[in-house]
């Protein structure tokens, strides 16, 4: 698959639970990101890496954990969620963080916190 | 703070009707202005931006920097544009990370 490829495509987990999701691309980007898309909310832009350095945590809290190992692949470990937590987790990527432009964005995962 | 208002969650027109998504920003610097689309059980995927001022699908937003705003307009929809439309902002001086809109949805009745 090209593109932007998300995995697994749903999971249910229960909040003693440590899951972890994975996020890979081959596009050649240098920059990649974690957004949260929860009903009736907007998408929230959760982490960037650039160059696979974390530049952005927009408050997360730390039972949300990324990892970017390199600029072809992200995770975002999971930890003692709560209900709340469930949500469609997409993940992006592009040539790098300097602008909006040229985002691809994965399938998502669908995480059911139960 | 960076923010983009959709005001409508759901906007229902009738095939041939005119289409116009709202969008405002609050942003201090210079924006970049963007719209996606997400089409049925399909990805998030671009539309269109300000910088480029093109006509994509029949689409054009104009970005009034007065009003701030970057409405999504079509003189005459189509079924297939049936889908949910997010705005987004970028600033070069943030990083360029991109905020989104709360998304409207947009339904075209035959």
């Known amino acids: 698959e090209t593109g932007v490829t998300q995995t697994p495509r749903h999971l249910v987990m229960g909040m003693t639970n440590k899951k972890s999701l994975k996020c890979e691309q081959h596009l050649g980007h240098n920059a990649m990101y974690w957004y949260k898309q929860s009903a009736k909310k907007p998408l929230e832009l959760m982490f960037v890496y650039n160059f696979k350095e974390q530049t952005e945590n927009n408050s997360v809290p730390s039972r949300f954990s990324p990892e970017c190992p390199n600029s072809s692949h992200l995770f975002l470990h999971l930890h003692t969620l709560q209900p709340e937590d469930s949500a469609l987790y997409l993940c992006a990527s592009s040539q790098d963080a300097s602008s909006g432009y040229g985002y691809t964005f994965g399938s998502g995962t669908r995480l059911t916190v139960v | 703070a960076q923010r983009v208002t959709q005001p409508e969650k759901l906007l229902s027109v009738f095939k041939g009707a005119p289409v116009e998504l709202k969008c405002n920003y609050s942003?201090?610097?210079?924006?970049?202005l963007f719209w996606y689309v997400q089409y049925s059980r399909q990805r998030l995927q671009l539309l269109l931006r300000h910088i480029s001022r093109e006509s994509i699908k029949g689409f054009t937003a104009d970005l009034n920097k007065g009003e701030t705003s970057f409405h999504l307009k079509k003189p005459f929809a189509q079924e297939e544009d049936s889908a949910m439309y997010y705005c987004?902002?970028?600033?070069?001086?943030?990083?360029?990370?991109?905020?989104f809109g709360q998304g409207t949805e947009l339904s075209v009745k035959p």
């Open positions: 987004a902002l970028s600033g070069r001086d943030q990083g360029g990370k991109l905020i």
């Open positions: 942003y201090s610097g210079s924006p970049e």
